[in-house]
């Protein structure tokens, strides 16, 4: 299995609260990418890395940040927590990208 | 945008049978990748098969095979012999050569029963 670990696995939090998702990979991967997983949607992209300090948009952003210092974390800030983002978010990483391993999954809920 | 289409939100099958899986597709593109990913209770996603467009052969990775028809747009995954470990939420996903971003179905919910 590739050395993808997300922390933490389960939150719940207050809306307007900010909240920070990290996601370690010890395969020193290029990519790294945030995904959503809602029920009826399969698993869509919120952003992804191709490299440190290069982000870029997918699908869902908004309401979304995103930051990788390092090229073993990328972090995803939802700056004011929403109901609409209660969710399951899952980190993924790869070297070449058409092949993505993913994370074990955080289990996000904002009350 | 692309799109990608599970129409099967559920599928249950005695052990031991044969199930096919489908999902077709929307784009434009020529050059491009189509997945299939399982996520079993665990909620670990899991890379079950990869195809290549540009490749005429189907792939094919043990139990699991694709039927894969460029014209039509169409991806459907057979699973042989079916397992009660095979039972999980199946994902049909797609990604344009050179695009990094993957698109993925609703998923169809597979149960496989003893």
């Known amino acids: 299995d590739a050395g993808i670990t997300q922390s933490p696995r389960h939150k719940v939090t207050e809306t307007g609260t900010p909240v920070t998702l990290r996601c370690h990979q010890t395969?020193?991967?290029?990519?790294m990418y945030w995904y959503r997983q809602d029920p009826g949607h399969g698993l869509r992209l919120i952003h992804y890395?191709?490299?440190?300090?290069?982000?870029d948009k997918g699908e869902v952003s908004d309401g979304y940040s995103v930051s990788r210092s390092k090229t073993e974390d990328f972090l995803l800030t939802l700056e004011s927590a929403t109901s609409s983002q209660t969710s399951v978010y899952f980190c993924?990483?790869?070297?070449?990208?058409?092949?993505?391993?993913f994370g074990p999954g955080t289990r996000l809920t904002v009350t | 945008a692309q799109t990608v289409t599970q129409s099967q939100p559920e599928m249950s099958v005695q052990e031991a049978e044969t199930v096919t899986l489908s999902c077709t597709y929307d784009?434009?593109?020529?050059?491009?990748?189509l997945f299939w990913y399982k996520q079993p209770p665990s909620r670990q996603m899991i890379l079950v098969i990869r195809?290549?467009?540009?490749?005429?052969q189907n792939a094919t990775e043990n139990r699991f095979s694709v039927n894969f028809q460029k014209a039509a747009k169409s991806f459907s995954l057979k699973i042989s012999d079916s397992q009660l470990g095979d039972t999980a939420m199946y994902f049909c996903?797609?990604?344009?050569?050179?695009?990094?971003?993957?698109?993925f179905g609703q998923g169809t919910r597979l149960t496989i029963n003893p």
């Open positions: 993924a990483i790869s070297e070449w990208a058409y092949e993505q391993y």
């Open positions: 395969e020193n991967h290029r990519y």
């Open positions: 890395s191709y490299g440190v300090k290069d982000t």
């Open positions: 784009t434009s593109e020529s050059n491009y990748y």
């Open positions: 195809q290549e467009a540009y490749k005429q």
């Open positions: 996903a797609f990604m344009i050569q050179g695009a990094q971003k993957l698109v």
